[in-house]
């Protein structure tokens, strides 16, 4: 085992170690050391092929799955003061190559938060509604609202992913030609940086996630879903084709988290090879967000506190 992969499972023996005795803020602690491995903040020398798609430890399941029970729980709790409080919103951000676990990290990380304070939008090819406007338009509609947690299935970030792996895309886009030039990607990284500079400044805090799954991991996620008749719907041909340009859209990425990740907005590069060790990285980052929030459940006044023990005493009064 490398020293890298040694210090991966040092530290998720320290985030799955007697965690049901730990304080609230014992757990906090954890979740930000633990999710800063991965965090890259504004680090311009960033590339992609120094960050693991594979975690070697050796805690049974059954300590990965407490682990992540364990987040889920505190992301439940931490959710209903933000709904409550009703000032900050969050906006997650999923990316990755097909078969990452997208939708699974989604599904388990967020499956003890109240549907009442969350959505989720996933975005797939444009509709020509759409490209009637600029490309930031059809996500702006679904950005959530304070006090909400809003995830996004793929996002904005396409159109420097697969738009540029693809730039017969950008021809269809009905964009004035002579403002497709060589410095468009630029362009583009350029907006996304000030629309969520603008988003933070208005109290939407952006998460950024992308699940490093291996091409080899991608291979065989593909392979069991062709042999297995109940994930064959989540297969299509036109996944296994665009494995052809996985070089393409690994420079693409790294592009992409080099020049818009920020340490207000940053990306969190997950090794999403082992599925539950990236669920419980991503519950600790998020967590470790809600804490920089400050959260707290709204002070109620003197007086609405004596209208409350009126009422409550009236209750009391009252004859069965």
């Known amino acids: 085992m490398s020293k890298k992969s040694k210090l991966k499972s040092k530290n998720l023996n320290s985030a799955s ?36 798609t594979s975690y070697f430890g050796n805690e049974s399941k059954s300590a990965i799955k407490e682990t992540l029970q364990i987040g889920v729980r505190a992301l439940a709790a931490m959710q209903d003061i933000l709904y409550a409080q009703d000032k900050w919103s969050v906006l997650l951000i999923f990316q990755a190559m097909d078969a990452a676990g997208k939708d699974g990290a989604i599904k388990h990380v967020m499956s003890g938060i109240n549907p009442q304070g969350c959505q989720v939008s996933s975005f797939k090819g444009p509709s020509s509604e759409e490209l009637d406007h600029d490309y930031l338009w059809r996500c702006q509609k679904h950005l959530p609202e304070r006090g ?60 950024k996630f992308f699940l490093n799954v291996s091409k080899e991991e991608q291979k065989r996620r593909f392979i069991e879903r062709v042999d297995n008749p109940d994930k064959n719907w989540k297969f299509s041909p036109t996944d296994a084709k665009e494995r052809g340009y996985w070089n393409d859209y690994m420079h693409a990425y790294e592009e992409l988290i080099k020049n818009t990740s920020t340490k207000k907005s940053p990306w969190y590069v997950i090794p999403a090879d082992n599925k539950s060790y990236a669920r419980i990285a991503i519950a600790s980052a998020i967590i470790h967000a809600l804490d920089e929030m400050d959260l707290e459940y709204p002070k109620v006044s003197e007086a609405k506190i004596a209208e409350l023990n009126a009422v409550k005493q009236a209750l009391l009064d009252e004859e069965d």
């Open 17 to 52: 170690s007697n965690l049901k005795v730990l304080s609230k803020k014992e757990l906090l602690h954890k979740a930000k050391k633990f999710s800063e491995q991965y965090c890259v903040g504004d680090d311009k020398n960033f590339t992609l092929k120094d960050r693991p």
């Open 148 to 207: 909400r947690i809003g995830i996004f299935n793929r996002s904005y970030y396409e159109e420097v992913l697969v738009v540029r792996v693809h730039e017969q895309i950008l021809k269809s886009q009905k964009i004035p030609e002579k403002l497709i030039t060589e410095n468009i990607w630029e362009n583009r990284f350029e907006d996304i940086r000030n629309f969520e500079r603008y988003l933070n400044r208005n109290g939407t805090v952006v998460i």
